[in-house]
């Protein structure tokens, strides 16, 4: 079973989350807010999204590496694993 299926409901609550963060940005930039308050939202979101990124991350690095059931198992978790951070640094 997949970690993320196992954490399934936890995943979906911090994307609920960050979706209404994203909608506060959405009203402040509807009610014309100030760039400064905008600009706080986004840094906000960005944070959100980089924890929930950090956490899967972290959980296919301990799932699908360190306690991959094969090496054939532990370089593929690995090589995605790269290919995710080589797209996310971009």
């Not at 994203?22 to 999204?49: F, K, N, T």
Request: net charge negative; with cysteine; proline share 0%.
């Amino acid at each position: 079973m997949s970690h993320t299926i196992q954490q399934k409901d936890k995943l979906i609550a911090r994307v609920r989350r960050i979706r209404g963060q994203l909608d506060g940005i959405e009203r402040a930039l509807e009610g014309e807010a100030g760039c400064g308050e905008i600009m706080r939202q986004l840094a906000s979101v960005r944070g959100a999204l980089g924890g929930l990124t950090a956490e899967v991350m972290e959980d296919h690095l301990r799932h699908h590496v360190i306690a991959a059931e094969t090496k054939a198992d532990c370089l593929q978790g690995g090589e995605e694993l790269i290919e995710v951070i080589r797209t996310y640094l971009k």
